[in-house]
């Protein structure tokens, strides 16, 4: 068994930061309102967004990819909730793809810079695919017998020859 880490690229860590900086001052400002105001319906709205925004943040951070474990069964995507299994006899194909294949892509569910880029992606030239990457370089595209495939992006590129080898099996 072995941990693949997969660090945030520079575009990602500068849009983690400013987020961050937004969200924080933007609860400020609903807080400090929020207890001034002598409406009570403010005060209640006040509460909820600043909720909300809470919630987005942790959700974000809950389903952020942040690191890769490869076992002689499965490639395992180690997020904080939820880790995603992915059983390695299903795998059909290894790519890695440049990154002129991602040159017209949308970002249909998910995130496409706050601490990653993971979700559902469209690309005109891929399709649908799952990203679970924390960096726009080091992808690996990882292609199943069935449902749609799976981009990585771990620091080491050397799990891209590690899966390679179950392909061949």
Not at 62 to 78: G, K, M, N, S, V
């Amino acid at each position: 068994m072995k941990t693949y880490n997969a660090s945030l690229d520079t575009l990602s860590k500068v849009v983690t930061g400013i987020v961050v900086v937004v969200l924080v001052v933007m609860l400020a400002i609903v807080w400090g309102y929020t207890s001034i105001s002598p409406i009570e319906t403010e005060q209640q709205a006040g509460k909820l967004i600043a909720a909300s925004v809470v919630a987005i943040f942790v959700l974000s951070w809950a389903f952020a990819p942040q690191a890769y474990r490869l076992t002689p069964d499965e490639l395992i995507i180690l997020r904080p909730l939820r880790p995603v299994k992915i059983p390695l006899n299903q795998i059909t194909q290894v790519t890695q793809p440049p990154m002129s294949q991602f040159s017209f892509m949308l970002r249909l569910f998910g995130s496409g810079g706050f601490l990653g880029y993971f979700g559902l992606f469209w690309a005109s030239k891929l399709g649908k695919m799952w990203w679970y990457a924390t960096r726009r370089n080091n992808l690996i595209m990882i292609y199943f017998s069935e449902g749609k495939p799976i981009v990585i992006s771990p620091d080491d590129l050397a799990l891209a020859g590690e899966l390679q080898k179950w392909v061949k099996k």
